[in-house]
Structures are given as structure tokens and as C-alpha cells.
């Protein structure tokens, strides 16, 4: 076993993007990793992998991630690197992947899900009731936009980009008077404190984001000396969770241009599983539930997404471009 751990002569190279946020689930991933196996930090190496998705003038013109691209903004860069040796993992907000990995790619590895839920971020308002008609929510979550808009359709919603930091700036600048995180984010970034004027949004008030809260961790298909290495900080329940999620996910055929919510919850051996599709608009939204073995996430995922889209009718998603 000894033969195939990490050195500070031949470290374990960990890609990731460079965003405070993404630094620390890159640090949490090495840290992990150190304690399995007694490492000391010199035996990795975190590699900053600069994205599409992080283009600063995209970011500054707040333009939809829509128009630019999709999800694999944030990660075909990373992943080009590791499948050609440039690193040996990447470590990701599994918000943020895609439901397919490219050839050559496996994700198997995840770390303990953090808090799923949304936070409403708004000096001087404890929740969406507080807010006054017309007011400015800024948000670049097509998903926290519909669902906002389905609530309170008397807001006014902006898109409103940029990392955890950014989107606080812009804020504190004027504009808009609220935005919402995600509770993990805060939570790995230390500002659940009192630091951040935050609520936390009941999963029952606005559900979350696919796999909001986890991080997945990618590798090389046939490189079975790092399978090994993560297999001994890999969280099997939060695999459990995820498989229904993205399976969900998967079966809408979901992308930034489609407003999904999805959230698997384990209870002994049973998984419930919650969806909710919508318009752009907030105009219209179906939600569910189903409850299964917690071995059958794939299937239950699968079964939720078409009981939700014969509920909606074949031209619900009519509106999504080709």
C-alpha cells in the first residue's frame, strides 16, 4: 500500500478552480486525504485551473450562463488537464457537473454533504415576506429565479454573477437589495457567523439545487492508485443521495436553461426523493415526491422526473433552446 501513497518528491496533484470557495473544497479534499493516510501536506499539490466559466468581463456584465455556455464551463478545462496527466484529481461542486463525465473520466468519490439549503442574503430583511413589492433580487441561479418569481411574483429578479465574494460586493454596492448562496458555500468559506445578514431557506419553501451542498471528487477511469487512494474518504450516503438526484436530473434532461429543484433524503434504509420542475418565468411549477429502497436512487430518480413531466405535458420544456 505504501508503494502507491503520495510523496513530497511525487505529490498527488489536486486540480481545482481558484476561487476562494473552490480553494477550500480543494483544501478539505487534502486534508482528508492526509489524515487517511497520515500525509504529510508536501505530499500534494493544489493546481489552480483557470475556466471559462471564471472570464472576469462574463462575470462584471452579469450576462446569464445561458448565453455562454453550460455547466461544463466551469469544469472542461479542469478536465482536459486531467485526462491528460496534467493532475491526478479534480475536485468539484457537484452543483456545477454535469450529468455525464467525458470518456476517460469516473466520479466515484464524495465527500460528507454540507447544509443543502439556500441562504436569503438581505440587510435588514429576515425572509421573502419582508421584502416590499418591486424590490431588486439579484441572482444568477435560473432555478432560485423561477422559484423566486413563482412565490413573489411582485419582485423585481437581476441576473447577478461572480463567486461568493462578488456577489457580495455587488450587494453592498446597490445592485440589489437581496441574493441568495448556498448555505455550504457560506459554511466552508467560516461566514455562518453573524459576518453575512443571512436566512436559511426551508428545503419546503425553496427545494435546492441537484446535488447542492456536495463535492465529488474526478479521476482518471484506469487509474486504480488513486481509486484506492479515495475510496477511504469516500461518503457512501451522500452517494446514495446524489445517484437519485443527477438520475433525476439526467431523465429531465436538465441544463442551465431549465429551472429543476431536487432533494434525496436518507431515513434508515428508505430514500424520499422531492423534484420540482419550472417555467423561466415562475408562471407555472409541478412538484413531487417518492420514497424507495435506499439501493434503487437511479430507478426512484428516473420514475420522479417522468411522473413529473406527464403531470406538465410534452411541451413544458418547449421553450429550451435545441
Given at each position: 500500500?505504501?508503494?502507491?501513497?503520495?510523496?513530497?518528491?511525487h505529490?498527488?496533484?489536486i486540480?481545482?478552480?481558484?476561487?476562494?470557495?473552490?480553494?477550500?473544497?480543494?483544501?478539505?479534499?487534502?486534508?482528508?486525504?492526509?489524515?487517511?493516510?497520515d500525509?504529510?501536506?508536501a505530499?500534494?499539490?493544489?493546481?489552480?485551473?483557470?475556466?471559462?466559466?471564471?472570464?472576469?468581463?462574463?462575470?462584471?456584465?452579469?450576462?446569464?450562463l445561458k448565453?455562454?455556455g453550460?455547466?461544463?464551463?466551469?469544469?472542461?478545462e479542469?478536465?482536459?488537464?486531467?485526462l491528460?496527466?496534467?493532475?491526478?484529481?479534480?475536485?468539484?461542486?457537484?452543483?456545477?457537473?454535469?450529468?455525464?463525465?467525458?470518456?476517460g473520466?469516473?466520479?466515484?468519490?464524495?465527500?460528507?454533504?454540507?447544509?443543502v439549503r439556500d441562504?436569503?442574503?438581505?440587510?435588514?430583511?429576515a425572509?421573502?415576506?419582508?421584502?416590499?413589492?418591486?424590490?431588486v433580487?439579484?441572482t444568477?441561479?435560473?432555478?432560485?429565479r423561477?422559484?423566486?418569481?413563482n412565490r413573489r411574483?411582485?419582485l423585481?429578479?437581476v441576473e447577478?454573477?461572480?463567486?461568493?465574494q462578488?456577489?457580495?460586493?455587488?450587494?453592498?454596492d446597490?445592485?440589489?437589495a437581496a441574493?441568495?448562496?448556498a448555505m455550504?458555500?457560506?459554511?466552508?468559506m467560516g461566514?455562518?457567523g453573524?459576518?453575512?445578514?443571512?436566512?436559511p431557506?426551508s428545503?419546503g419553501d425553496?427545494?435546492p439545487?441537484?446535488?447542492?451542498?456536495?463535492?465529488?471528487?474526478?479521476?482518471?477511469?484506469n487509474?486504480?492508485c488513486?481509486?484506492?487512494?479515495?475510496?477511504?474518504?469516500?461518503?457512501?450516503?451522500?452517494?446514495?443521495?446524489?445517484?437519485?438526484?443527477?438520475s433525476?436530473?439526467a431523465?429531465?434532461?436538465?441544463?442551465?436553461e431549465?429551472?429543476?429543484?431536487?432533494?434525496?433524503?436518507?431515513?434508515?434504509g428508505?430514500?424520499?426523493?422531492?423534484?420540482?420542475?419550472?417555467?423561466?418565468?415562475?408562471?407555472?411549477?409541478?412538484?413531487?415526491e417518492?420514497s424507495?429502497?435506499e439501493s434503487q436512487?437511479?430507478?426512484?430518480?428516473?420514475a420522479?422526473?417522468r411522473?413529473?413531466?406527464?403531470r406538465a405535458?410534452?411541451?413544458?420544456?418547449?421553450?429550451?433552446?435545441?
Amino acid at each position: 500500500m505504501t508503494d502507491m501513497l503520495p510523496t513530497p518528491d511525487h505529490p498527488l496533484k489536486i486540480g481545482t478552480r481558484g476561487s476562494p470557495l473552490a480553494l477550500a473544497q480543494a483544501h478539505e479534499t487534502r486534508a482528508r486525504l492526509m489524515a487517511a493516510f497520515d500525509l504529510p501536506e508536501a505530499a500534494f499539490r493544489v493546481v489552480v485551473i483557470r475556466t471559462s466559466g471564471d472570464d472576469r468581463a462574463m462575470i462584471a456584465a452579469d450576462r446569464p450562463l445561458k448565453e455562454i455556455g453550460n455547466k461544463g464551463l466551469f469544469t472542461k478545462e479542469i478536465e482536459e488537464q486531467l485526462l491528460s496527466g496534467g493532475i491526478d484529481i479534480a475536485v468539484h461542486s457537484m452543483k456545477d457537473m454535469p450529468t455525464q463525465q467525458p470518456a476517460g473520466l469516473l466520479l466515484d468519490c464524495y465527500l460528507p454533504r454540507e447544509d443543502v439549503r439556500d441562504a436569503f442574503i438581505a440587510p435588514g430583511a429576515a425572509g421573502l415576506a419582508d421584502l416590499a413589492p418591486g424590490t431588486v433580487v439579484g441572482t444568477s441561479s435560473l432555478r432560485r429565479r423561477a422559484q423566486l418569481l413563482n412565490r413573489r411574483p411582485d419582485l423585481r429578479v437581476v441576473e447577478f454573477r461572480g463567486n461568493l465574494q462578488t456577489r457580495l460586493k455587488k450587494l453592498h454596492d446597490g445592485v440589489a437589495a437581496a441574493t441568495f448562496l448556498a448555505m455550504a458555500g457560506l459554511g466552508r468559506m467560516g461566514m455562518t457567523g453573524g459576518d453575512v445578514p443571512m436566512t436559511p431557506m426551508s428545503p419546503g419553501d425553496m427545494l435546492p439545487a441537484v446535488a447542492q451542498g456536495a463535492i465529488g471528487i474526478e479521476r482518471r477511469i484506469n487509474d486504480d492508485c488513486t481509486a484506492t487512494l479515495l475510496a477511504a474518504i469516500h461518503h457512501a450516503p451522500t452517494a446514495l443521495r446524489l445517484s437519485a438526484e443527477r438520475s433525476f436530473l439526467a431523465t429531465l434532461d436538465g441544463s442551465c436553461e431549465t429551472p429543476i429543484a431536487g432533494l434525496a433524503e436518507l431515513d434508515g434504509g428508505t430514500l424520499r426523493l422531492r423534484g420540482e420542475i419550472l417555467s423561466p418565468d415562475g408562471a407555472t411549477a409541478w412538484a413531487d415526491e417518492a420514497s424507495g429502497a435506499e439501493s434503487q436512487g437511479v430507478e426512484l430518480g428516473a420514475a420522479l422526473a417522468r411522473q413529473l413531466l406527464g403531470r406538465a405535458g410534452p411541451d413544458f420544456f418547449a421553450w429550451r433552446h435545441p
